[in-house]
C-alpha cells in the first residue's frame, strides 16, 4: 500500500505548479477589477457629497435671506454691494440695520466679514458666483431673491430664487 501511495502522488507533481499559473493571473486581473471599483466609487462617493453640500448650503443661506426678508420693511442695496434689511415697526430700531448680507471671496457672509453663510466645508468648495435681492417694477412690496453657487470640487452649479411678499403693514419702500 505505501508504494501506490508514493507513486500517486510522483505521478502528481506539478499540479501545484499549473494550478498556479492559471489562477494568479486570474486573481491578479479580480484584484485590479476590485482596486479599481473601490477607487472609482470612493470618488463618486466625495462627488456626491461634495453635490450634497452644495444644495444644502444654498438651501440654508435662503432660508435665512427669506426670513431675514420677511421680518424687515425696508430692502435696500447700498453702493458696495451690501444688501440691508431694515425694520421700522418699532420706534426704537428705526434706521437701524438689521440684517446685512453681501459677497465676497465667493462666500455669502452675514452681518459680519468673520460669519459666512457659506464655504464651511471645504469637501464641496462651495463658491457663490452671484447673489441678488431685487424689487419688483410693479408690485412695491414684492422682492426677488436669486443666489447661485459652484462647487469647486465637481464644478456644478446650483441656482436658488424665490419670491418675497411683505405684508401691507410693513413700509414696502
Given at each position: 500500500?505505501?508504494?501506490?501511495q508514493h507513486r500517486r502522488a510522483c505521478?502528481?507533481?506539478?499540479?501545484?505548479?499549473?494550478?498556479?499559473?492559471?489562477?494568479?493571473?486570474?486573481?491578479?486581473?479580480?484584484?485590479?477589477?476590485?482596486?479599481?471599483?473601490?477607487?472609482?466609487?470612493?470618488?463618486?462617493?466625495?462627488?456626491?457629497?461634495?453635490?450634497?453640500?452644495?444644495?444644502?448650503?444654498?438651501?440654508?443661506?435662503?432660508?435665512?435671506?427669506?426670513?431675514?426678508?420677511?421680518?424687515?420693511?425696508?430692502?435696500?442695496?447700498?453702493?458696495?454691494?451690501?444688501?440691508?434689511?431694515?425694520?421700522?415697526?418699532?420706534?426704537?430700531?428705526?434706521?437701524?440695520?438689521?440684517?446685512?448680507?453681501?459677497?465676497?471671496?465667493?462666500?455669502?457672509?452675514?452681518?459680519?466679514?468673520?460669519?459666512?453663510?457659506?464655504?464651511?466645508?471645504?469637501?464641496?468648495?462651495?463658491?457663490?458666483?452671484?447673489f441678488s435681492i431685487r424689487p419688483d417694477?410693479?408690485?412695491?412690496?414684492?422682492?426677488?431673491?436669486?443666489?447661485?453657487?459652484?462647487?469647486?470640487?465637481?464644478?456644478?452649479?446650483?441656482?436658488?430664487?424665490?419670491?418675497?411678499?411683505?405684508?401691507?403693514?410693513?413700509?414696502?419702500?
Amino acid at each position: 500500500m505505501i508504494r501506490r501511495q508514493h507513486r500517486r502522488a510522483c505521478g502528481e507533481r506539478g499540479v501545484v505548479l499549473t494550478e498556479l499559473a492559471v489562477s494568479l493571473p486570474i486573481f491578479a486581473l479580480l484584484l485590479t477589477f476590485l482596486v479599481f471599483a473601490l477607487v472609482w466609487g470612493w470618488r463618486s462617493y466625495q462627488r456626491t457629497a461634495a453635490d450634497a453640500e452644495l444644495r444644502q448650503e444654498m438651501q440654508i443661506a435662503m432660508a435665512r435671506i427669506t426670513e431675514s426678508v420677511l421680518s424687515s420693511s425696508y430692502v435696500a442695496q447700498d453702493t458696495q454691494g451690501i444688501y440691508r434689511m431694515r425694520h421700522s415697526m418699532e420706534e426704537k430700531h428705526v434706521g437701524t440695520p438689521l440684517d446685512s448680507y453681501w459677497l465676497t471671496g465667493g462666500g455669502l457672509v452675514y452681518q459680519t466679514s468673520a460669519a459666512p453663510l457659506t464655504g464651511g466645508y471645504a469637501g464641496a468648495g462651495v463658491h457663490i458666483s452671484s447673489f441678488s435681492i431685487r424689487p419688483d417694477a410693479q408690485c412695491p412690496r414684492l422682492y426677488h431673491i436669486e443666489m447661485t453657487g459652484e462647487s469647486v470640487a465637481t464644478g456644478r452649479s446650483c441656482t436658488t430664487a424665490t419670491s418675497v411678499y411683505l405684508r401691507e403693514d410693513q413700509g414696502g419702500r
